[in-house]
């Protein structure tokens, strides 16, 4: 069975920063693109960002570009997300999303985890 | 950017009534467009991918149709357990964008 765990959110100061993690198993993680996708509180699904299976590859939504890093681990079939100079409006649940082999929709999602920022 | 304009925003719908939701995207996106349900306090979950492709274990009652900008998900004789908010996302070309959700509730 697919599992996605997120961990790392938590209350930040704005221009702060977070790691967030997505520890994943029941599948070869090592073969499967990953992304970020989040959810501001009483909000619509947007897209952060996403990685190749080998991490060669990776892309970012505007909002987030030259702010956060997405990147991965394959030997600790580990996901994850740093986020630097955070702003009010990154306020949001992050989920950690899987694609199929084939394609780039997500197939399975984590349980996601809260970041707020705020002073 | 692609903009996925969903419609309607909200559905109020009879038990075993047919929903219809439909997806436009602001170009055309061939067949790269995938459909999620997310009920309250849960994480989303594909529904329909490439269009019409049906993921595994989701119920037959739900199908996808369209191509190149306008799409449609249909819900065929709706449960109770499918109120939910339904969003659209296409993976044409970067970046990934979704639709602002539909919100079908039960009367």
């Known amino acids: 069975e697919v599992q996605l765990l997120e961990s790392g959110g938590g209350m930040v100061q704005p221009g702060g920063s977070l790691r967030l993690s997505c520890a994943a198993s029941?599948?070869?993680?090592?073969?499967?693109?990953m992304s970020w996708v989040r959810q501001a509180p009483g909000k619509g699904l947007e897209w952060v960002s996403s990685?190749?299976?080998?991490?060669?590859?990776?892309y970012y939504a505007d909002s987030v570009k030259g702010r956060f890093t997405i990147s991965r681990d394959n030997s600790k079939n580990t996901l994850y997300l740093q986020m630097n100079s955070l702003r009010a409006e990154d306020t949001a649940v992050y989920y950690c999303?899987?694609?199929?082999?084939?394609?780039?929709?997500?197939?399975?999602w984590g349980q996601g985890t809260l970041v707020t920022v705020s002073s | 950017e692609i903009v996925l304009t969903q419609s309607p925003d909200f559905q109020s719908v009879t038990p075993k009534e047919k929903v219809t939701i439909t997806c436009r995207a602001s170009?055309?996106?061939?067949?790269?467009l995938h459909w999620y349900q997310q009920k309250p306090d849960q994480s989303p979950k594909l529904l329909i991918r490439?269009?019409?492709q049906s993921f595994s274990g989701v119920p037959s009652r739900f199908s996808g149709s369209g191509s190149g900008t306008d799409f449609t998900l249909t819900i065929n004789s709706l449960e109770a357990e499918d109120a939910a908010t339904y969003y659209c996302?296409?993976?044409?070309?970067?970046?990934?964008?979704f639709g602002q959700g539909t919100k079908v509730e039960i009367k």
């Open positions: 999303a899987k694609s199929p082999i084939s394609g780039w929709d997500f197939d399975h």
């Open positions: 029941g599948f070869t993680f090592s073969s499967y693109a």
């Open positions: 990685i190749s299976y080998s991490g060669g590859e990776t």
């Open positions: 170009q055309s996106i061939g067949s790269s």
């Open positions: 490439y269009a019409s």
């Open positions: 996302h296409q993976s044409s070309s970067f970046p990934w964008t």
